[in-house]
């Protein structure tokens, strides 16, 4: 069984419909911007507003305690996700 490939007239003219085949540079992120995408997350969505509640209702260890969880939780995230860009 003999396998043939595209002529190069047909490969000329995927070329020019289809572009060349070559991967796209990832976009690389500075710190900043992981951080601020930390906290676009739902969960931290919820947890500022546990925070706006608790504190006005006087709850102010809550709302330390609700602070400190968002402290955590964004930099965990931060901190894995920044090692995965820069080694990848």
Same mark, same amino acid.
């Given at each position: 069984?003999?396998?043939?490939?595209?002529?190069?007239?047909?490969?000329?003219?995927?070329?020019?419909?289809?572009?060349?085949?070559?991967?796209?540079?990832? %976009?690389?992120?500075?710190?900043?911007?992981i951080l601020l995408d930390q906290l676009?997350?739902?969960?931290?969505?919820?947890?500022?507003?546990?925070?706006?509640?608790?504190?006005?209702?006087? %709850?102010?260890?809550?709302?330390?305690?609700?602070?400190?969880?968002?402290?955590?939780?964004?930099?965990?995230?931060?901190?894995?996700?920044?090692?995965a860009t820069k080694y990848p």
């Open positions: 069984m003999k396998i043939e490939g595209l002529t190069q007239r047909q490969a000329d003219e995927l070329l020019v419909k289809h572009g060349a085949n070559i991967l796209k540079e990832p %976009e690389t992120y500075g710190p900043i911007k676009k997350s739902p969960l931290i969505f919820v947890l500022f507003i546990a925070v706006a509640l608790s504190f006005s209702l006087g %709850e102010y260890i809550d709302t330390v305690f609700i602070m400190i969880v968002i402290l955590i939780n964004t930099s965990l995230g931060f901190f894995q996700e920044y090692k």
